[in-house]
């Protein structure tokens, strides 16, 4: 036997609609704030990533699914979702079209991680990127997006925002940093030793105990934006007490890719431990520029579906379960089970879902298959019937039966 490989999963039939029901949302609330749908390849050029993710990242550095084409290229599947848009925008042009543009994806991931509850090596991504906006009302709304998305979904999260600020302020927080860390180097894991030389930021975003115990009382960003960088963020709040949106400041955050700038956030939801992180973002308005387009700003979020689907659980959300089947049609023999296909095909022409035996079964059997199904009517069609040209349809949910001429089938069934 073949397995699936490690760190991906299959969505069974009897749970897809867990996934529709999700992707349904979130295609609402995007229609909702106007932004429309991006789709772009699920690989791209390894440089794409390394430039537009960054060098010093988990995700680059040891994450990306990376391998050579038949034609000698370096190909990455996507460990994201932004780089990819970003590519797009600046290859399509889309800078001379009406601004902001507000694009969604919904698209798989590939992350060479290590396996365990919400942390997957395909996952799947929800995703809105606003290009073209540089005030803080983008910021929030981008925010406001997630935060109108996750409750649709019943999922109850805190959100916590941070400015990061530009790279004028963090030359100067990093020296800070910088200046904080230098006497506990030796305590740090070895990851952090190459971020203290490469990307100090990056400091505060480990996960290991150790480390985490140490940068609780390294020094704030915010203690070093810019008076601009600094009116942003009081803009940005002031823009989600409008909205009635509630937030936490958490210095902490940073992110984990390179290129975001001022506001960073993180919708967390408790219980599902260090993958509580169900949906996070921010402003990156160096990216465009730094893959190849003309500077423009940009802020964005991803959510983790995975993450979603596991915290709606954990709450309880009941998911509307799909649809079953109007009516089953159950034949005794060949020429009424022929008479069953007839109205069974008319019906489902007609957009009524209706079923009917493919198993050989018994009349006994099929009811019991009907009852499985869940269907609200059952119609018995035996040699009587065929020769009345009607059937004694039953709601199952009542008992009553009611004669219906198979003439009257789709009409009589199109008003239930
Ligand atoms: P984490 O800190 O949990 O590793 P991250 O910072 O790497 O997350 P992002 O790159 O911001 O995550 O991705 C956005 C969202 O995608 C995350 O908040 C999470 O919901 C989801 N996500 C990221 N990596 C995975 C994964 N390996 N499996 C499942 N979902 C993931
Ligand atoms: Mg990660």
Redesign the pocket.
């Given at each position: 036997m073949i397995n699936i490989p490690k760190g991906t999963k299959d969505v069974l039939p009897s749970e897809s609609y867990k996934w529709q029901f999700v992707e349904g949302v979130a295609r609402d609330v995007a229609a909702a704030f106007g932004v429309k749908e991006i789709r772009t390849p699920t690989f791209e050029h390894t440089e794409l990533f390394q430039r537009g993710v960054g060098n010093t990242t988990d995700i680059v550095t040891k994450e990306m699914y990376t391998f050579t084409d038949k034609g000698n290229r370096s190909i990455t599947l996507k460990p994201?979702g932004t780089a990819g848009t970003v590519r797009s925008f600046i290859e399509n042009g889309l800078f001379s079209g009406v601004l902001p543009l507000k694009m969604f994806y919904i698209t798989p991931a590939f992350?060479y991680?290590r396996p365990q509850a919400?942390?997957?090596r395909e996952?799947h991504?929800f995703g809105v990127e606003i290009f073209g906006a540089k005030g803080a009302e983008t910021d929030a709304e981008a925010i406001i997006i997630a935060s109108t998305l996750l409750k649709k979904l019943g999922v109850s999260v805190q959100l916590k925002i941070n400015s990061i600020g530009c790279p004028e302020c963090r030359k100067r927080y990093n020296e800070a940093l910088k200046g904080f860390f230098a006497p506990h180097l030796e305590s740090l894991c070895y990851d952090c030793k190459t971020r203290f030389e490469k990307n100090p930021l990056r400091l505060l975003d480990c996960k290991e105990e150790a480390c985490k115990k140490i940068n609780a009382d390294a020094p704030s960003i915010l203690d070093y934006l810019c008076e601009d960088c600094d009116k942003h963020f009081a803009l940005v709040k002031d823009y989600l007490e409008i909205a009635g949106v509630e937030y936490e400041i958490d210095e902490r955050i940073v992110?984990?890719?390179d290129y975001y700038t001022r506001t960073v956030f993180e919708f967390v939801a408790s219980g599902i431990g260090a993958?509580g992180?169900?949906?996070?973002g921010g402003r990156y308005d160096g990216l465009i520029e730094e893959l190849g387009g003309k500077s423009a700003p940009a802020v964005g979020f991803?959510?983790?579906i995975?993450?979603l689907l596991i915290v709606m659980e954990q709450s309880g959300v009941e998911i509307p379960a799909p649809k079953a089947p109007t009516v089953y049609f159950a034949g005794m023999d060949t020429e009424s089970r022929k008479q069953c296909f007839r109205l069974c095909s008319a019906l489902r022409a007609a957009g009524i879902s209706a079923e009917i035996d493919q198993m050989e079964r018994s009349v006994k059997a099929q009811f019991k298959y009907a009852d499985k199904l869940g269907v609200r009517y059952v119609a018995v069609i035996g040699e009587s019937e065929l020769a009345e040209g009607s059937m004694n349809v039953k709601n199952m949910a009542t008992g009553e039966s009611e004669k219906v001429d198979f003439a009257n089938a789709v009409e009589y069934f199109s008003q239930k």
């Open positions: 994201e992350r991680e919400g942390r997957l996952f991504q992110r984990g890719l993958q992180t169900v949906c996070a991803a959510a983790g995975e993450r």
